[in-house]
T-cell receptor, first 114, second 113 residues
Framework: KNQVEQSPQSLIILEGKNCTLQ??????????LRWYKQDTGRGPVSLTI?????NTKSNGRYTATLDADTKQSSLHITASQLSDSASYIC?????????????FGRGTQLTVWP | EADIYQTPRYLVIGTGKKITLECSQT?????MYWYQQDPGMELHLIHY???????EKGDLSSESTVSRIRTEHFPLTLESARPSHTSQYLC????????????FGDGTRLSIL
C-alpha cells in the first residue's frame, strides 16, 4: 500500500472556480511534505514545502495546509486558470535515513475548462 | 526555471539495442536521481548519487546502470532494451541539506518495440 494517498484521482473545474486537493500519508518519522505541479510532458516543479511546525503556507493562488496529527495535507487553488491544468503530486520526506527518502503520491490530475 | 536537461526527449527503438539517456545539470548540485514514471502511477526511484563516483540503486529494481564521473552529468544506460523498459524516465538533482527541493528535467519518454 502506498504511504501517500491522494484524492481525488482526477478533477475537472471551470475557470475561475476554487478547488482543494487532498493528501493523506502514513510516512513516519515525518520530515516535510512538498507539493509539486507537473505539466503534461514536463518534469514536476515544486510549489511549496510544509514542515512539521507549519500549518499553512501560500504561494500566490496556491495555499497548502498541513495537519501533522492526522497526517493530512491539502492544496487549495483559488480562482483557477487554464494554466493550472496539470498533475499535482504530494511528496513526503522521512527523517529515517541520510537520503531523506521521498514517498510520492500518484497525483491528482486537474483539468480547468474555459 | 531549473537548469537540468535531459536528452533525448523521446526515443523509439527496437528490442536489444543499447540505450543511454543523458542528464545534465548546471546548478552544481551534488545529489542526482533517476526516476521511472508510468501513467497514473507514482514516481519510483531507480538510481541516485551523492556525488562524483557515488552511485546507488533505488527502490525499484532496474536493469539499467548509471555513472557519475562529473558532478553535472548523470547518464543512465540500458545495455539491452526490452519492451518492459517502456516508460518515462525523469532525472532530478538537489543541493545538500535537509528539505532541499528536487529539480526535475522534462524527462525522456522511451518506447521499446
Amino acid at each position: 500500500k502506498n504511504q501517500v494517498e491522494q484524492s481525488p484521482q482526477s478533477l475537472i473545474i471551470l475557470e475561475g472556480k476554487n478547488c482543494t486537493l487532498q493528501c493523506n500519508y502514513t510516512v513516519s518519522p515525518f520530515s516535510n511534505l512538498r507539493w509539486y505541479k507537473q505539466d503534461t510532458g514536463r518534469g514536476p516543479v515544486s510549489l511549496t514545502i510544509m514542515t512539521f511546525s507549519e500549518n499553512t503556507k501560500s504561494n500566490g493562488r496556491y495555499t497548502a495546509t498541513l495537519d501533522a496529527d492526522t497526517k493530512q495535507s491539502s492544496l487549495h487553488i483559488t480562482a483557477s486558470q487554464l494554466s493550472d491544468s496539470a498533475s499535482y503530486i504530494c511528496v513526503v520526506s522521512d527523517r529515517g535515513s541520510t537520503l531523506g527518502r521521498l514517498y510520492f503520491g500518484r497525483g491528482t490530475q486537474l483539468t480547468v475548462w474555459p | 526555471e531549473a537548469d537540468i536537461y535531459q536528452t533525448p526527449r523521446y526515443l523509439v527503438i527496437g528490442t536489444g539495442k543499447k540505450i543511454t539517456l543523458e542528464c545534465s545539470q548546471t546548478m552544481g548540485h551534488d545529489k542526482m536521481y533517476w526516476y521511472q514514471q508510468d501513467p497514473g502511477m507514482e514516481l519510483h526511484l531507480i538510481h541516485y548519487s551523492y556525488g562524483v563516483n557515488s552511485t546507488e540503486k533505488g527502490d525499484l529494481s532496474s536493469e539499467s546502470t548509471v555513472s557519475r564521473i562529473r558532478t553535472e552529468h548523470f547518464p543512465l544506460t540500458l545495455e539491452s532494451a526490452r519492451p518492459s523498459h517502456t516508460s518515462q524516465y525523469l532525472c532530478a538533482s538537489s543541493s545538500t541539506g535537509s528539505g532541499q527541493p528536487q529539480h526535475f528535467g522534462d524527462g525522456t519518454r522511451l518506447s521499446i518495440l
